[in-house]
């Protein structure tokens, strides 16, 4: 079992930056990937970015340039760096670990406004 704690949502002017982090508990060791995921309302859950133990990261196009994934492995915590944010990025984010099973936790999520 892994839990995961996000914070970092807000509320933020178009052109502005956020950073959200999300931590990780549990069986950690087994975590292979982590990533985020945004639900914007009415559409389905998409991946943003996503980061491996090793540290390879890729990224959808629509925020590429704009946003940094990065990882702490010490801490056990990874991070989505999002600058010059526009209003089509609000969305609730939601922190995803896949382990090497597979299997997949989930965040509860947190929400990202970005007004114009």
């Known amino acids: 079992q892994v839990q995961l704690v996000e914070s970092g949502g807000g509320l933020v002017q178009a052109g502005g930056s956020l950073r959200l982090s999300c931590t990780a508990s549990g069986s950690i060791s087994s975590i292979y990937t982590m990533g985020w995921y945004r639900q914007a309302p009415g559409k389905q859950r998409g991946l943003v970015s996503s980061i491996t133990s090793g540290g390879a990261a890729n990224y959808v196009d629509s925020v590429k340039g704009r946003f940094t994934i990065s990882r702490d492995n010490a801490k056990n915590t990874v991070y989505l760096q999002m600058n010059s944010l526009k209003p089509e990025d609000t969305a609730v984010y939601y922190c995803?670990?896949?382990?090497?099973?597979?299997?997949?936790?989930w965040g509860r999520g947190t929400q990202v406004t970005v007004s114009s």
């Open positions: 995803n670990a896949r382990m090497v099973s597979d299997d997949n936790y």
